[in-house]
Structure formats: structure tokens, C-alpha cells
């Protein structure tokens, strides 16, 4: 009997990889299919992206992306766990990101001081965004999706609005960026020399954490067991006892909280302040990576590196003679890719197990101990 | 494996009844009949032909059509056009299509009006179309899976009145059911199905449902008989004056609980007959606090608890058996040590403070599946893998463990196998000794009058009608969950005469 659980469990942990390891190939394919189109050899770009990904300053480079790029994808997927879609949080974690960075220039405490209270600004002001959201979903009905892409609208309006000369932002020297108040010296992040390979963002910690804390509230807490329920089933979770409203806009908040994270190693290790050309729409970036790493908390690590990876990498081809519009034929190919083989999987998954069980114990019932139907 | 070599053979113009418990390979035989599920092996034969159905609309062409358990019908369309969805190449959507539906009503006995609301149409109405539709859609050979499930002792009569025209007309019927005494009084033939094999074909005349009982189980049907009363003069649930009204998009105020008071002593089960639909859904989830009263209180063992969340009810000691276990009994994706936290997530063993217990939930569902034998490899698949019968055990094993004052078992062997269905009654008369208030619903009717001490009558969201379980017989019964009852039914030699009581 043990012996058919395990087998069953690894199957399951089988089946796990198979399907993002399916949609890799998949895109390989199609972007194989791309660039022969293109009239380009598309092995020697493969061989290029390799050697160019994996030299120590790419190195450097995939991990401080994927450190915002992971952040994103938690976000993301702590919505998908209650089966919440929180497209907002493109437009939680700039105006988070903005808000900190006035608080930021405006802070002259000591770094131990301004450094948690810029972090919190972010995360607060990412879950009042993303609660507003949630407090429609719950009270008015309002589909999260509908209000959350709203509000990402919202909120770019009003950074546009506040970051002007005179208003929250001012014209940096040289006459043609207008930006927040830059950070002290003392108020930067830590970050680790690698010598020659660059900078790698201290911040890479806090989003180790991060997925740290998110794997073990989801897994073994109770709040986490409810949100879970609520996921996988509004009525058994409303029967058990689990507040549905309540949790919706417990993880709008959440989701919201660690959105306003996804700014702030780039705020904190290096812009250090909000300009026009803050990154945007690393929101639907984190959508991408949490599907991608189906909404665990090493996956969606690994997906984030996939992306950094991807994105350093391209870049490198336009150099090449190749096009950069690629990136967007691998990722958007992965993503779909994905979306389908999980589909597939999962059912197939299911519906192997169910067959299993049902062998197992029509086996069981032919020896004559058994008395009653099991079918 | 569903089934295997299954002969039978159907007549035309006949009612054949297809007779096993509950897991015995009924429903994927008749998925095959229907298209739905293609054989391993084995033919079908129709009128002589061999043929393959790899869909219902090849089976519908060969003239076989299904009534559903389930109805599939949309409430906002009309009979018409709920007959004519799907259908409309073969006689339009205008007068053609109406002028057949009435000739097929007419000439079947159905009833039925084209220009009504389904949503205003009752259950057996709504059988009646679902028959119609087949009908419209050309079929000569009827499947019925458990067409008597929904419906009132009365109702089916009225429905054995029309499988009886249509085989005059010389239609045939495929009969599914597992109660005995409906088979022998319809049927020309039955086939009896266990384990997936056909067992046997008897004629009616001569058999009697202890007789196919035994065919059907290999032994004798477990009966819901309770012994001795063990009801005492504690109150452990009191409901007073309970209301609940819904107002649904038009603005109309609907009333669906309607001043429902009783009280639940301690090792008293009160059941709750009523044909579905009437309210007891509600009533059982004001009780575990999922809606909210518009007025009313519920005491549990002398505390006020009309308006404490859910959890805390269950804290408190309410275990919950519900209706639809799919729906809110069960995680279907997730494991059974899961699903054995579910509902308990804050009681021993399943947490400690705002941690799981992870080894403990694992370590007392293998106690679960031990003490309650639940059939299955493992404490780690999902549940949805699990039979219904042993779904259902788990459930039951779970809100058992948790030592409740009151337990609220809705439909509680329904979709169960014989086997189960005598265990999971084993343990609410055990917990039931030990001094548990039970609050039973059921449609099947003996489950009910065999288990209760007290019985009620819902209809309409109001308790109409009270019955001595010892006495009284389901057509009784019946009489009062359609209205044409109300308050205190007496047992009469004759029949199921109606009789008021002053008392009410």
C-alpha cells in the first residue's frame, strides 16, 4: 500500500516538471522556427545565449533581476492561491515605489532607521492599493480583474501628476530628468562586490526570505490551510468555517504588501530614486513567472531566473545581427506553452491517479476477505 | 473495472428495470447505452443491427434517449423552448415545433404546457419535460437513471402511470433504481446488476424484494431501524422563530425559512422529510451560521449562538455531514490528510496555536481510514480518487472525531453503497447512545422514519406537519411534503387520510 502512495507521489512530482519542461521545448521550437524564418542560424544564437548567460557578469545580472522579477511572481501567485487574478500588481508596486522613494528623499535618519521605514512605506502603500480591490471585490462584488486593471491606470495618472517640478518631484541637474528627491548615501541598500562581474543587490536576501515566508504561511500555518481552502473551494471553505470575504481581502492586502516590494531593489540597490524611467510592467512579468512556477515558491524562483536570463541574454543577440523582438516570441511562447501543459497535466494527473486507486482497490476486493463493493 | 460481460436483453414495449446498489456499474452501463462511454469489448444490438455509439447524438439517431438524474433544463426559458434547445432542425422554433410537443404530451398523458416558466414548474413537472424532450428528439427506447430519486411516494406513482402509457404506445423503458418495491410494481423485467456483471433476469410476478435484495447485495439489505429510545429531556438545539427571506433581482422579497422552531434534545435524532428544494438547505446552513437570520435564535446547550461565525459553531461542537459533499464536505484536489483537517483546522490534532500539525492531521486520518474503512491506498491521494461511499465515511469519520453535541447529516448515505450505507447509520445510532442531538434530512424516506425519534415536515420553508416515526408510513409522509397535509399525521388503517390537528 505504501508502496503505491509513493509511486503515486512520484509521478506527481514527475508530472510537475514535465509540464514547464514541455513548454521550454515548445518555445525552443517555435524560436528555432523564428529565427530560421528570419533567414539566421538559430543554433549558433542558442550557442551565443548560452555562453553570453552564463559569463559572471550575466551571472550578476540574471540574479538582480530575478531578485525583482521572484518578488513579483510571490505577489502574483499569492492571488492565484485564492484563486484571486490581481492584475494590479503593476500598478501597486509603482505608486508603492514612488511613494517610498519621496519618503525616501525626504528621510535624513540613519540608514537603520529610514531603510525599514522606506520598506514599509512600500508595503503599505502596495496593500492600501491592492485593498481598495479587494474591499470592492468583497463589499460591491466587483471583479478583482476589472477593478485591478483600472486602478493600475489610476495609479500611473496620478504618478504622472505628482512627479512634476514643484509637486513631489524636481528637475535633476543636467536639466532633463525629473525625479523624486534622490536617497542618501546611508539609506542605500547593501550590496555585495563581485569585482569586475558588478554588483549583486543586497536585496536578493530579503526576497530569499520572502519565498521563505511565503512557503511556510502557505504550508504550515493555519491561516494558510484556510487560504488554501478558499482556493480550491469557496463552499467547502465557507462550510469549514473560513470567513470568504474576510480572507479575500486579507490576501488583496498581502498580495498588495509584497507587490510594494518589487520596486525597492532597484530603488534601494540602484536607482535610488523614482524617475520617468522607473521599470514598468513588471506586474505582468510576475503574472508570467508565478504561472510559470506554478505557484511554488522554488519554481517561481526558477522561473524568475529563466526570465533574467532570457532578457540578458536577447539583449546580448541584438548586438548580433539578430532581432530583439525574439524575447518576445520565447517569453510570450513559454507562457502559453505553459498555460496548456498544466492544463494537460493536470488533468491526465487526476485522472491516472483515480484509475490507480480504483485498481488498487478492485485488486483488493477479489480476495475473499473483502465483503462490500468498493467501485 | 465498471463492468464486465453484462448481458441483457430489453424487449420492445417493455419496462425493463435495472436493479444493483449504489457503485454496482448501473450508471457506466447505461453511460455506454448512451454513447458516453465507448465498451472495452462487447456489442450492442439494436432491432437486429449491431451498432456503435460513439456519442449521444448516435444513440439519440438510433432512436435511445437518457433522462438524467440531474435535470439539465434552464430555468428561464419556457417548456417550449427548453423541448425545442438543441433540437430545432427537426421541427423549427415556432408552431411545427408546438403542435408536436402537444400531440407527443397528448398522446402520452404528460401534461405538459408549453408556455409555462420552467422556473415555476415542480420536480416531477420538470421530470415530465425532460421525458418530452427525449420524446421530441425522436426516442423509442427510454433510459431513466433513478427517476423516482426526487420525487414524492405520490409522484411516482404518477410517473409509473406514464411509463406505463408510453409502453402501450409501444415505447420501451429503461428503468435504473435501486428501490425495490418501486422496480417490482413497474417492471415487465429485471436485470440485476452487482460488482459490474448481471447477476440475473427476473419476472416481477413471483419475486419478492427480499428476494432481489439478495441478488442484488448477495445478502440482506440493511435496515435503518433504530432500537430503543434514547432521547432524554435535555435540550441541546433550540430554534426559535427562525426567518430568512432573500430578495432576488426583481426586487421581490422571497421568503425561504419561514418562523421554524423546534428543539433537539440530547440523543434525539429529528428528522426533517420535505421534497428538496423546500427550504432544508437553508435551514441547515443558518444553522452553521454560512447565512445569515433575518430573525430568530438557535441555542446550542443553553448558549445564544444565532450570530457566531461558522468556526466557532464547530468549535462549540456542531459536526456537519452536508448535503453536497463535493460542494462543501470535501477538497477534491487535495489529499485526504488535507481533507481530514478541513473544518477542524483549529482543533487538536489537526493544529497547534497558529501552526498545523501536520504529523498529527497524518497520523489521525490513518486512524480515520482504520476505525471508519475508508478504501483507500493511501493517505495521500486526492480525494476526488476516493468512491463516493468512502468520501463519505471520511466525512463522517472526521466530524465524528471531534466528539460533537450535535451532528447535522443532510442526505447522509445518499450516492453510498449498501455497505457503507449500514455503516454510516451504525455510527450515528452509536453516537446517538452516547447522547448526541441529531438533526437528520433525508429523501429517502425509510432512512428517515427508521432513524428519527421525531419527526417534521418542511414545505414551503415552513414546518407544516409532525409524525411519529413508529407509525407512520411514507405515503403518509408524502401526503404532507406536497401541502395536501399539515399538522399532526396520524397512521390510519386505510390509507393516507389527511388529518388537522387542533394542537396546531
Known sequence: MNKLTQRIDKERLLLAIAAPLLAIVAALVVTTLVILATGKNPFDAFSDMVTYGTASDSQVYILNKATTYYLAGVAVAIGFRMNLFNIGVDGQYRIAAFFAAVLGGALTTPGWISIPLIILCAMGTGAVWAGIAGVLKVTRGVSEV????????????????????????????????????????????????????????????????????????????????????????????????????????????????????????????????????????IGFTGIAIALLGRNNPVGIALGALLWGFLERTTNHLEFQGYDKEILGVIQGVIVLCVVIAYEVVRRYGLKRQQQRVGAELAAQAAAPTEKQEVA | MANKDIDITVRTGTVHALCGENGAGKSTLMKILYGMQQPDEGTITVNGETVTFNNPADAIARGIGMVHQHFMLADNLTVLENVVLGAEKLYGIGAKARAKIKELSDAYGLNVRPDVLLEELGVADRQRVEILKVLYRGAKTLILDEPTAVLVPQEVEALFDNLRELKAEGLTVIFISHKLGEVLSVADEITVIRRGTTVGTVEPAGTTTKQLAELMVGSELPTPETEESTVTDVPLLKLDGLRLAQTDLDGVERIILDDISFTIHKGEVLGIAGVEGNGQSELVEAIMGIRALNAGAIALDGTDISHVPTRRRREAGVGYIPEDRHRHGLLLEAPLWENRILGHVTEKPNSRGQLLDIRGARSDTERIIEAYDVRTPGIDVTAASLSGGNQQKLIVGREMSHEPKLLIAAHPTRGVDVGAQAAIWDHIRDARREGLAVLLISADLDELIGLSDTLRVMYRGRLVADADPATITPEELGSAMTGAATGHLEHTEDSAEDHEDDAR
Open chain 1, 146 to 281: 476589472i477593478s485591478t486593471i483600472m486602478l493600475n491606470a489610476i495609479a500611473t495618472a496620478i504618478i504622472a501628476y505628482l512627479l512634476q517640478p514643484g509637486k513631489l518631484a524636481e528637475l535633476q541637474a543636467g536639466g532633463t530628468v525629473v525625479s523624486t528627491k534622490p536617497l542618501r548615501s546611508s539609506s542605500y541598500f547593501f550590496q555585495i562586490d563581485t569585482g569586475p562581474a558588478g554588483e549583486l543587490w543586497g536585496f536578493i536576501f530579503i526576497a530569499v526570505l520572502v519565498g521563505i515566508a511565503y512557503w511556510f504561511v502557505l504550508g504550515r500555518t493555519r491561516f494558510g490551510f484556510d487560504l488554501r481552502t478558499v482556493g480550491q473551494s469557496e463552499s467547502a471553505a465557507a462550510a469549514s468555517g473560513v470567513s470568504v470575504k474576510k480572507m479575500i481581502a486579507t490576501s488583496m492586502l498581502i498580495s498588495g504588501a509584497i507587490a510594494g516590494l518589487i520596486g525597492m531593489p532597484t530603488l534601494l540597490n540602484d536607482s535610488h530614486q523614482f524617475s520617468n524611467d522607473f521599470p514598468t510592467g
